[in-house]
């Protein structure tokens, strides 16, 4: 329980006092009147004695009395009404409140921290009305009347005879049968008369004189001259004197009922108020009621019949109760209790209640007890029988005998007054009353015996419950306190007698007693057992108090301490004390708080809505309502319907109250902050018919940080290239959508009158639909000029400015249970400036199904046809608030400094925060018969066409794409091919030129400048300028220019960026650049392999005896499995291109002019090349290719021009990119680097194969000719080259090795390949030579053997004719013929010198022989020891000789 400020040692002392009657003529009753006050409510705060009192017991031992209180009160005639009962208590507690700011004691329990009111003032307050409201019963004498006050005032006619009146009045009220209220104890009632006299008024002569009088015949110790009034009341305002009546008057309300004023009261009351609730004297001036004098008549608690109890429970929309009317009537007033009366006269009423107490009171309870103890004596004194002899004959009127079952089943016997057990009862009780603990114990125990005998079990009740508290206020404790009595007791009213009015005063008693012995478990438990459905705000009270014994135990129950409030709160709710219930929740959420209890959380949040609500507590009540929502719940959907319901209905109301306050922020749906993108720029255009509109970006794109980064280098590329290859400090990379991934510590940039689109991500936790309707963004804005100063005014504007800014609204969002789906929320900027977005605004609703058109689950007041549902679209549509959410992005986390990394700081996150700049060029891209799948080296011609959408001239257009060999836009000789797509349906992309066809395999020669193609010194070829007529392209103009493309050589899906660059004519200060971005996916299928290979040709001879022919073999292999289409393959051209060599002709064998190739076919060719006239040979820094062309079939493509030579110096370029291995340049090494290089430089070529193509498709029953071409790129000598990119075979793994490094500095030494190409050979012979063996037996032919130095310095070579004596197998084969002569040669040969040396070789007899014996070893002239010359690997040179 609750600490209260009462102990229990005081508390039941105080609870169970002497009562006494008071009785006033009417001249008495206005008397005390003038101070607002009757004559009882005048005693009440003096009835406490302030001095000890002594008076003797039985035994003549002297009984000391503490702290003694009595209790007077006016005479009622009417017993009070369970009723009226039930509703003072519901207002005492109503009425009794926490104080406000009380400090809450903060109890801490193993993990939790309660803020816990300690005391429970409105259950004390309860308690003593309840305990003082008790109506007096017949079974106990403890608040029946021990004496009577009769008063009269002394400025009456005849005082004495009022007196005499009076006293008759009293004795009639005793002893008429009509009258069976009030209860007294015993029939001789002390009477006690009192003079009340008027100081200020009235004649104190006469007064004294009256009350000698009185003493005559009353004697003095039963009459009392009391003075009151000693100042008059319009001399109130002149001191303060302390008011003591109010604290009484106002901690029960049945005090305060009426306002008393000077005229007469009513005694009916309003029909219509619960108001029929007198004052508890209820005393009036004229008003006489069955023939009694004004003062006693209908109890004050009696109830209007027409009066309903339970109308007066406070709620909202309910009148309050008269009481209440009449508190505020009362405060606005501002009466003042005992006006009239000085401090002087506090003393005199104290002194009166002293010596009524001393002389009257306590001699009358001596007299009285020594009577009952001596009849109880004499009682014991006689025998058994006899006794019962006695009990029978004075209980004759007893009723008769039944049998234990129907006792049981009763409340037992019914004594007649004067019984003995009765006697010992009221013994016992006046014992108790005077606080003789001791034999008031030993009485009740003796009357529990006889009471149990006789099953009489209402009054055995009575005497155990009483036995048991006098026991346990016994001084010094002789006995354990007998909780088993009282829980005997509690039973027995409870279950035998049906007396919950008892039970519960039993528990409240029993439940104090144990709470002091800090038996804390069987107190609660106690307090539990009297709940019960009969009386709400009892069981509320117990259960509140039961939660307190929980959380005051040695090891606090924490969770049982909720539980129990939460049950108190129900049931205060059911009483209709909302205030109570509210608080009983509110501390019980204290402890399910974020525990995962969910449901209970719920629950608890829902009622504290609804009562806060109820209470017109309305921000409490939104707030309990947010957190249902805003917490994942587990209800049903039915049930979180209704929660939202309830919560938008109180929502509405709220926002009634202040219709102009800031809109609420609504806790639904929920907004992923983080996950909000911004978008600057209008929506992508869809594909219009063979126009594709460029992809740039859209919200419908995901975020790839891997292209986002190539997006980033294209753009710094082309940066780089137009500020002169420096990227500027302040460049930073273009982001049109910014989103968590995105750079967002800079203000982002927006161009006035392109939109703004926001998307928001909304996500609906919950299991019911949430329709959002005019959704818009919230914003601020600031106009401000960029380009001059800023404006001297700087205006803060915020959403209600259209002509600043555009804001689109959506009219209906819908979000499904559990959905989460983004919005997309535009604002049109006209202003220059600085835009805050802020959030969004919208209206919350529901859906509602035909449940909710008949109104069902709505709250109280909610009714349908008010207004609440109206259909919008399809929709039923329930109630909508007005709400915004706030968009509040956290940055991202700092990690750079070591502060930052020890602390948690956040950067900004500005994505909300764009700049709006002024005009820029807007820039569209239409691609125009653009493919999608192309087969690899597949040439196709496409249009592009630019659109200035803006209204500002555009110009500087450039695209970067990282794969520049996929695309021209054709060189200086474009203009050759077809302009217009529709011109270009049939044609080829080519430029060609019909051949004669006598030039067949023999090379057609042109040639061109790298440069013309944009591939010149030091460019990058990957930023192309877009050839645009003038430079600019004006607002609204649009242009088409031709675009050839390329299937890339790898088979697959490829995704090809292109970014445009554009810049605006006038030269903006915030945005240099802008940019548009493409993606084009190409889908490439096999076609065919080109792999080729270039040699020497052993033939020395041309047409200026110059050395250094090749042959080149080029192997064609259609890898083209038929999947697009593709029937054959024909090759209709190869060409050459490179700076020092061309084709001459082709020396194929077959005579077949038409080279098709099937699937899976592989043809070869073999073509001779020449190099290149000294004329056409021009110098490194010209960039000058020849073409030469070797046709196969009757049309020359002009591989020199465009498109052919475009994607031929791509490839070139692209292949350039690669790196090569740069040489060191130690000086000591020069010279054998030098030559290293030299010997390399012997086995270069850089001869470049073109091979042009048809392929022959059909599609849709329609035969088409697709055109395209390979390269080749000839590096090496005898080393293969091919036209599609090697996969490269992983190394294989190697055991790890340690040594040391002898010697770091190894010079690089050329490979064999390498030597054997710096000499080469040639033997010139007859093929088959004829020599008569029977005539000479040694044939000699004669043999040339040329060497031609390929390198341009000078070679010392050494010819060795000796057969090598490796192997017996060796000499079988040339060993049956010799050379004669020199066996070794010594030469010089100068650079590129050709010379020729006569041998002789001598046969024995015929066959075929291999000539190519001779080795050569040939060095460097200026390298002495460096290289060890290589043998040349000699072609087999095969003879035959014949016998004729």
């Not at 025998?383 to 039944?402: H, I, N, Q």
């Not at 994942?632 to 979180?640: D, G, L, M, P, R």
């Not at 692209?1214 to 290089?1237: C, F, I, N």
Request: negative net charge.
């Amino acid at each position: 329980m609750a600490q209260c400020v009462q102990s229990v040692q005081e508390l039941i002392p105080d609870s169970f006092v002497p009562c006494v009657a008071a009785l006033c003529s009417d001249e008495a009753e206005r008397l005390t009147r003038l101070n607002h006050l009757s004559f009882a409510e005048l005693l009440k705060p003096f009835s406490r004695l302030t001095s000890e009192v002594h008076m003797r017991d039985p035994n003549n031992q002297l009984h000391v009395i503490k702290n003694l209180k009595i209790a007077v009160s006016n005479i009622i005639t009417q017993p009070p009404q369970p009723g009226a009962i039930r509703k003072l208590l519901n207002d005492v507690v109503s009425g009794s409140q926490p104080a406000e700011g009380l400090v809450a004691n903060v109890i801490t329990a193993g993990d939790y921290d309660l803020n816990i009111s300690a005391t429970t003032p409105w259950f004390e307050s309860y308690r003593e009305s309840f305990l003082q409201s008790m109506p007096a019963s017949d079974h106990e004498f403890l608040n029946h009347y021990l004496a009577c006050m009769l008063v009269a005032s002394s400025s009456e006619a005849e005082p004495v005879e009022q007196f005499s009146k009076l006293s008759q009045e009293q004795h009639r009220i005793q002893h008429n049968s009509d009258y069976s209220y009030p209860k007294w104890f015993i029939p001789n009632t002390l009477k006690y008369y009192v003079l009340l006299h008027d100081v200020s008024a009235g004649d104190e002569q006469r007064a004294e004189s009256i009350y000698e009088e009185m003493k005559q015949k009353y004697g003095t110790q039963g009459c009392y001259l009391l003075k009151i009034n000693s100042r008059t009341s319009n001399r109130a305002s002149d001191e303060q004197i302390p008011d003591p009546w109010s604290q009484y008057l106002q901690k029960n309300s049945i005090q305060n009922q009426e306002s008393y004023e000077d005229g007469p009261c009513t005694i009916t009351s309003n029909k219509n108020s619960d108001s029929n609730l007198l004052s508890l004297d209820g005393l009036d001036n004229e008003v006489k009621v069955d023939g009694l004098p004004n003062s006693f008549r209908a109890h004050p608690l009696q109830l209007d019949t027409s009066s309903d109890p339970s109308n007066s429970i406070d709620g909202p929309d309910h009148v309050k109760s008269a009481s209440s009317l009449h508190e505020t009537k009362k405060a606005n007033t501002g009466i003042i209790h005992g006006a009239c009366l000085t401090l002087t006269d506090h003393d005199r009423i104290r002194q009166f209640i002293q010596e009524f107490t001393f002389r009257g009171l306590l001699p009358h309870i001596e007299k009285t007890i020594r009577q009952l103890n001596d009849q109880l004596i004499s009682r014991k004194g006689l025998s058994r029988s006899l006794f019962s002899a006695t009990k029978k004959w004075f209980s004759g009127s007893k009723v008769p005998e039944k049998s234990i079952n129907e006792l049981k089943n009763t409340s037992g016997l019914l004594y007649p007054p004067e019984a003995p057990e009765l006697q010992i009862r009221k013994m016992a009780d006046l014992c108790f009353l005077v606080q003789h603990y001791d034999l008031a114990y030993s009485c009740y125990h003796t009357a529990k015996k006889d009471f149990l005998n006789d099953q009489a079990m209402l009054y055995a009740a009575g005497a155990l419950e009483m036995a048991a508290v006098s026991a346990f206020l016994q001084p010094g404790a002789p006995r354990p306190y007998p909780a088993h009595y009282m829980d005997t007791a509690i039973q027995t009213y409870r279950d035998i007698c049906k007396n919950m009015v008892l039970a519960e005063r039993c528990v409240l008693l029993s439940a104090e007693i144990l709470k002091s012995q800090s038996k804390y478990s069987e107190a609660a438990a106690l307090l539990i057992r009297l709940t019960s459905e009969d009386s709400d705000l009892r069981s509320a009270l117990l259960l509140e108090q039961a939660a307190h014994c929980f959380i005051n135990m040695k090891s606090p129950m924490v969770r049982k301490y909720a539980f129990h409030m939460i049950l108190a709160g129900h049931r205060f709710s059911k009483a209709g004390q909302k205030k109570h219930a509210l608080r009983c929740y509110c501390q019980a959420m204290q402890v399910y708080k974020g525990k995962g209890w969910s449901l209970a959380e719920d629950h608890i949040n829902f009622t504290i809505g609804r009562q806060s609500y109820t209470l017109r507590q309305l921000d409490n009540a939104v707030s309990a309502f947010r957190h249902i929502l805003i917490n994942e719940s587990k209800q049903s959907a039915a049930q979180q319907g209704a929660f939202l319901r309830e919560y938008l209905y109180v929502y509405k109301n709220v926002s009634q109250l202040s219709p102009d306050g800031p809109l609420p922020q609504l806790p639904l749906p929920y907004i992923n902050s983080s996950a909000t993108r911004v978008f600057f720029g209008h929506d992508r255009r869809p594909a219009d018919g063979e126009k594709q509109a460029a992809t740039h970006i859209s919200l419908d794109q995901e975020y790839d940080s891997e292209s986002s980064q190539q997006w980033r280098e294209l753009e710094e590329q082309v940066v780089a290239v137009v500020n002169r290859g420096v990227i500027p400090s302040n460049f930073h990379p273009t982001q049109y959508c910014l989103n968590s991934y995105s750079d967002n510590s800079r203000f982002p940039l927006a161009v006035v009158e392109e939109p703004i689109t926001v998307e928001v991500a909304f996500r609906n936790p919950l299991k019911v639909p949430l329709l959002l309707t005019d959704l818009s963004l919230l914003w601020k804005f600031q106009p401000k000029d960029f380009s001059g100063k800023d404006n001297e005014e700087v205006k803060e504007l915020v959403t209600s400015e259209p002509e600043m800014i555009g804001t689109e609204v959506i009219s209906e969002f819908l979000l499904n249970s559990e959905e989460s789906k983004v919005a997309r929320l535009k604002l049109f900027p006209h202003h220059v400036g600085e835009l805050h977005i802020l959030g969004v605004v919208y209206n919350l609703g529901t859906i509602q199904g035909s449940m909710a058109v008949d109104g069902i689950g709505a709250l109280p007041g909610c009714h349908t046809g008010h207004g609440l549902f109206f259909i919008s679209g399809k929709h039923f549509f329930s109630m909508s608030v007005r709400g915004r959410q706030d968009l509040e992005i956290q940055g991202p986390r700092l990690n750079n400094t070591k502060e930052e990394k020890t602390s948690i700081k956040y950067g900004p996150d500005r994505r909300l925060d764009p700049i709006i700049t002024e005009e820029m060029p807007l820039l569209e891209v239409f691609f125009i018969h653009f493919p999608t799948g192309l087969l690899c080296g597949e040439i196709r011609k496409a249009y592009v066409e630019f659109v200035n959408v803006s209204k500002c001239p555009l110009t500087g257009l450039k695209v970067v794409s990282k794969r520049p060999e996929f695309f021209t836009f054709g060189g200086n000789t474009a203009v050759l091919t077809p302009l217009s797509p529709s011109a270009s349906e049939n044609c080829s992309a080519y430029k060609t030129v019909v051949t004669d066809s006598t030039s067949v395999c023999t090379a057609l020669i042109s040639s061109a400048s790298s440069v013309d193609f944009g591939i010149g010194i030091g460019s990058q070829p990957e930023v192309i300028p877009v050839p645009l007529p003038d430079t600019v392209l004006l607002p609204g103009a649009s242009v088409q220019l031709p675009m050839w493309l390329r299937g890339p050589d790898e088979e697959g899906v490829h995704e090809i960026n292109f970014l445009f660059y554009y810049e605006s004519v006038k030269k903006q200060p915030k945005i240099r650049h802008r940019i548009l971005r493409h993606t084009a996916v190409i889908c490439t299928s096999r076609s065919l392999n080109v792999r080729a290979t270039v040699c020497r040709s052993n033939s020395l001879e041309d047409e200026e005896g110059r050395g250094g022919n090749m042959l080149v073999f080029v192997d064609v292999e259609n890898t083209n499995t038929s999947e697009a289409g593709v029937k054959e393959f024909h090759i209709v051209q190869v060409s050459s291109s490179s700076k020092h060599w061309k084709l001459q002709k082709s020396v194929n064998l077959s005579e077949n002019k038409d080279a098709k190739l099937a699937s899976r076919e592989k043809g070869k060719f073999c073509f001779k090349a020449i190099r290149c006239k000294e004329k056409e040979v021009a110098t490194q820094s010209s960039e000058k290719y020849t073409f030469a062309d070797i046709i196969f079939g009757n049309e020359q493509i002009v591989s020199s021009a465009s498109p052919c030579a475009d994607f031929f110096y791509r490839s070139l370029s692209s292949e350039l990119k690669t790196p090569q291995a740069q040489p060191s340049g130690h000086t000591e090494k020069q010279s054998a680097e030098d030559a290293v290089r030299l010997i390399q430089k012997c086995s270069e070529v850089d001869l470049n194969i073109v091979v042009l193509w048809k392929a022959y498709v059909v599609e849709d029953s329609k035969q088409l000719i697709l055109e395209g071409q390979h390269h080749v790129i000839l590096r090496t000598i005898g080393k293969e080259a091919f036209s599609y990119p090697q996969k490269q075979e992983p190394p294989e793994m190697e055991l790890l090795k340690f040594s040391r490094p002898e010697n770091t500095s190894v010079s690089s030494r050329p490979s064999v390949e390498q030597l054997s190409n710096l000499i080469k050979t040639s033997l010139h012979y007859p093929e088959s030579f004829n020599h008569p063996f029977h005539q000479k037996s040694l044939c000699l032919v004669p043999v040339t053997l040329l060497l031609s130095n390929c390198s341009k310095a000078d070679v010392d070579v050494i010819v060795d004719l000796r057969h090598k004596t490796t192997s017996p197998e060796a000499l079988e084969v040339h060993g049956s013929f010799t050379w004669l002569g020199q066996t070794q040669y010594k030469l010089q040969l100068k650079s590129q010198e050709i010379h020729s040396l006569q041998l002789k070789a001598c046969f024995v007899h015929a066959g075929v022989y291999n000539l190519g014996t001779p080795r050569v070893f040939a060095k460097l002239s200026d390298q002495v020891t460096v290289f060890e010359a290589s043998q040349q690997n000699s072609m087999p040179a095969l003879i035959i000789i014949n016998n004729v």
